[in-house]
């Protein structure tokens, strides 16, 4: 298929102006970063977590009184998708020490360590151990693994990245641990790119003052992933997992002590109550509200369905409000809109292009700067590109990589990338690809304090559910790291938790028979009801030839 022939004739603009620009990369010159002032302007102006609509003040819960996205909003302010007073808990079908809810990343991490300590895990999972966010992560993992870093490097360029806002303790706790992360993920097999001596080939990315990416071509999530689940599937005696077994609710004691959840199979429609002495919760985040239209990076089942089910419990959450649009997701071929084109690409050296060929932002600001001068660019300059089925982007120079850096680097360094575009007739290698903000990441989430705990006991939390660690922008390379050192933390500090001795009482869904008391107080009249497990997706002419249920 390739390019359209209109698209073809705007990229000869781009050819015309890459020998200069390859030049100016060669004598390293550089189109100017932003200073924080400007930064601010931009942000200000042009990225849509700025923007005072599409926003509301939550009646009830922990945030009660907090602005956030409608999106978010309508799912905090939510019933349950089970009806407490039909629930038999003494109908026990799984009984376990730890209960892991979520098979990405960070769940699978808090297993292995859960059961390395001596507990007894269950990972419940909504789709396919592994199917999440994780797995479609590209670019790399931070850590400060070289002479001329150090943890300290790494915890001021996060603070900075997330606009001083950042909870200290996590950043600190991410720093520390990052190194052993990855010395963690080697000891299980985990294939880094490495040069010839042996040495890990780190990169820059947008905000870093180190290089400090550490990847697998452009598959670091995929590789991370395959590693720490082939491990839990090397531990049944220790490790069981249920697949499309997501959780619906959580269960607290009498005493107000995580118990377990009810996980629901969506094969069979059955309810089951898990009781368990430690649950982690690790249900990834949110990019499938598709927040004011925007297109995602994310995985089918990222529906905030974590964060829904601790708000009904009490649990509050930090930066809910922010919400992190990836610079550059996919805007042609129509097929793969809103998929992640990775960091990685800047990284080595491509140049965002407008309609005529010219630079216009430093390829590498901080992501939500970045994305907020893409959306100017396009919206208010009308510099951007527009497609045959009407959407816009911006031109993100590929074929430069291979100029600066040698025939090839494309093909090596951006494997996966190379192939999902040569699917559709395009070789990135010598053609630019066309992108567009894209929403990536749910910057906010679960308060945790740096051993991975929530305010209720035995309930613990890891990954893109939690909130603090990225304040309110995460640099890129931070979340496969926040994975890996919140998920170990989760794990072993569940198990020592268990292992402390933990007598469950009687198991109750009074939290959420209360929270829905809460609802009716607060007048809210027909509210969703969540957590929705997967996104909707049906058009209205699906839903007129849908039967009804009266
Ligand atoms: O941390 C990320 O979001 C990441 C690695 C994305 C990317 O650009 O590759």
């Given at each position: 298929?390739?390019?359209?022939?209109?698209?073809?004739?705007?990229?000869?603009?781009?050819?015309?102006?890459?020998?200069?620009?390859?030049?100016?990369?060669?004598?390293?010159?550089?189109?100017?970063?932003?200073?924080?002032?400007?930064?601010?302007?931009?942000?200000?102006?042009?990225?849509?977590?700025?923007?005072?609509?599409?926003?509301?003040?939550?009646?009830?819960?922990?945030?009660?009184?907090?602005?956030?996205?409608?999106?978010?909003?309508?799912?905090?302010?939510?019933?349950?998708?089970?009806?407490?007073?039909?629930?038999?808990?003494?109908?026990?079908?799984?009984?376990?020490?730890?209960?892991?809810?979520?098979?990405?990343?960070?769940?699978?991490?808090?297993?292995?360590?859960?059961?390395?300590?001596?507990?007894?895990?269950?990972?419940?999972?909504?789709?396919?151990?592994?199917?999440?966010?994780?797995?479609?992560?590209?670019?790399?993992?931070?850590?400060?693994?070289?002479?001329?870093?150090?943890?300290?490097?790494?915890?001021?360029?996060?603070?900075?990245?997330?606009?001083?806002?950042?909870?200290?303790?996590?950043?600190?706790?991410?720093?520390?641990?990052?190194?052993?992360?990855?010395?963690?993920?080697?000891?299980?097999?985990?294939?880094?790119?490495?040069?010839?001596?042996?040495?890990?080939?780190?990169?820059?990315?947008?905000?870093?003052?180190?290089?400090?990416?550490?990847?697998?071509?452009?598959?670091?999530?995929?590789?991370?992933?395959?590693?720490?689940?082939?491990?839990?599937?090397?531990?049944?005696?220790?490790?069981?997992?249920?697949?499309?077994?997501?959780?619906?609710?959580?269960?607290?004691?009498?005493?107000?002590?995580?118990?377990?959840?009810?996980?629901?199979?969506?094969?069979?429609?059955?309810?089951?109550?898990?009781?368990?002495?430690?649950?982690?919760?690790?249900?990834?985040?949110?990019?499938?509200?598709?927040?004011?239209?925007?297109?995602?990076?994310?995985?089918?089942?990222a529906t905030m369905d974590?964060?829904?089910?601790?708000?009904?419990?009490?649990?509050?959450?930090?930066?809910?409000?922010?919400?992190?649009?990836?610079?550059?997701?996919?805007?042609?071929?129509?097929?793969?809109?809103?998929?992640?084109?990775?960091?990685?690409?800047?990284?080595?050296?491509?140049?965002?292009?407008?309609?005529?060929?010219?630079?216009?932002?430093?390829?590498?600001?901080?992501?939500?700067?970045?994305?907020?001068?893409?959306?100017?660019?396009?919206?208010?300059?009308?510099?951007?590109?527009?497609?045959?089925?009407?959407?816009?982007?911006?031109?993100?120079?590929?074929?430069?990589?291979?100029?600066?850096?040698?025939?090839?680097?494309?093909?090596?360094?951006?494997?996966?990338?190379?192939?999902?575009?040569?699917?559709?007739?395009?070789?990135?290698?010598?053609?630019?690809?066309?992108?567009?903000?894209?929403?990536?990441?749910?910057?906010?989430?679960?308060?945790?304090?740096?051993?991975?705990?929530?305010?209720?006991?035995?309930?613990?939390?890891?990954?893109?559910?939690?909130?603090?660690i990225h304040g309110e922008?995460?640099?890129?390379?931070?979340?496969?790291?926040?994975?890996?050192?919140?998920?170990?933390?989760?794990?072993?500090?569940?198990?020592?938790?268990?292992?402390?001795?933990v007598e469950l009482k009687?198991?109750?869904?009074?939290?959420?028979?209360?929270?829905?008391?809460?609802?009716?107080?607060?007048?809210?009249?027909?509210?969703?009801?969540?957590?929705?497990?997967?996104?909707?997706?049906?058009?209205?002419?699906?839903?007129?030839?849908?039967?009804?249920?009266?």
């Amino acid at each position: 298929m390739g390019y359209t022939p209109e698209l073809e004739e705007l990229i000869k603009k781009i050819e015309a102006t890459r020998p200069e620009r390859v030049a100016m990369a060669r004598r390293n010159e550089h189109y100017p970063a932003l200073n924080l002032e400007e930064r601010e302007q931009v942000l200000n102006k042009y990225h849509p977590d700025y923007q005072k609509e599409g926003k509301r003040k939550v009646k009830v819960g922990a945030n009660k009184g907090d602005l956030f996205q409608n999106e978010v909003a309508d799912l905090l302010e939510s019933k349950s998708i089970i009806r407490p007073e039909n629930v038999d808990l003494s109908s026990v079908i799984y009984e376990t020490d730890v209960l892991v809810i979520g098979g990405g990343g960070a769940g699978t991490s808090a297993a292995l360590m859960a059961s390395s300590v001596g507990a007894n895990v269950i990972i419940a999972t909504k789709l396919r151990h592994g199917d999440s966010n994780t797995i479609m992560a590209e670019g790399g993992i931070q850590a400060a693994s070289q002479e001329c870093d150090s943890p300290f490097y790494h915890y001021i360029d996060t603070i900075g990245g997330g606009h001083f806002t950042n909870q200290a303790d996590l950043v600190a706790a991410l720093s520390y641990d990052a190194p052993l992360s990855i010395a963690w993920l080697e000891s299980l097999g985990m294939m880094f790119n490495k040069t010839p001596e042996g040495r890990m080939v780190v990169r820059h990315f947008g905000g870093s003052s180190r290089k400090r990416l550490h990847s697998a071509g452009d598959m670091t999530g995929a590789e991370i992933m395959r590693v720490v689940r082939d491990e839990a599937r090397n531990r049944p005696d220790r490790i069981t997992v249920l697949e499309f077994c997501p959780a619906a609710e959580l269960l607290l004691d009498k005493e107000g002590k995580c118990a377990g959840a009810v996980l629901y199979n969506m094969e069979t429609h059955e309810y089951y109550i898990c009781k368990a002495k430690a649950v982690v919760l690790a249900t990834g985040g949110f990019g499938r509200l598709h927040i004011r239209d925007f297109a995602t990076t994310n995985h089918y089942g990222a529906t905030m369905d974590g964060v829904v089910l601790a708000y009904r419990a009490g649990v509050g959450n930090k930066y809910l409000y922010s919400t992190q649009y990836h610079p550059t997701g996919v805007v042609y071929p129509e097929q793969n809109v809103g998929l992640l084109i990775t960091e990685k690409v800047r990284g080595l050296g491509a140049h965002v292009l407008n309609a005529d060929g010219e630079q216009f932002c430093f390829p590498l600001e901080p992501r939500d700067v970045e994305s907020a001068e893409l959306i100017r660019e396009a919206m208010e300059r009308g510099k951007g590109i527009m497609t045959s089925t009407g959407r816009v982007g911006l031109w993100l120079d590929s074929p430069m990589i291979d100029e600066l850096h040698g025939e090839g680097t494309v093909k090596k360094e951006l494997p996966a990338k190379f192939i999902q575009f040569h699917r559709h007739g395009i070789d990135i290698s010598k053609e630019p690809m066309l992108v567009y903000p894209t929403l990536h990441y749910q910057n906010g989430g679960i308060n945790i304090d740096a051993a991975a705990k929530t305010e209720i006991s035995g309930l613990f939390g890891a990954g893109e559910v939690v909130g603090g660690i990225h304040g309110e922008n995460r640099l890129m390379g931070n979340s496969l790291q926040d994975i890996i050192t919140f998920g170990r933390r989760a794990g072993a500090e569940a198990a020592e938790y268990v292992k402390g001795g933990v007598e469950l009482k009687k198991l109750t869904l009074d939290h959420v028979v209360q929270f829905e008391n809460e609802l009716k107080e607060a007048g809210i009249k027909n509210p969703k009801t969540a957590p929705i497990l997967l996104p909707d997706y049906s058009t209205e002419e699906v839903n007129a030839r849908r039967w009804s249920e009266t």
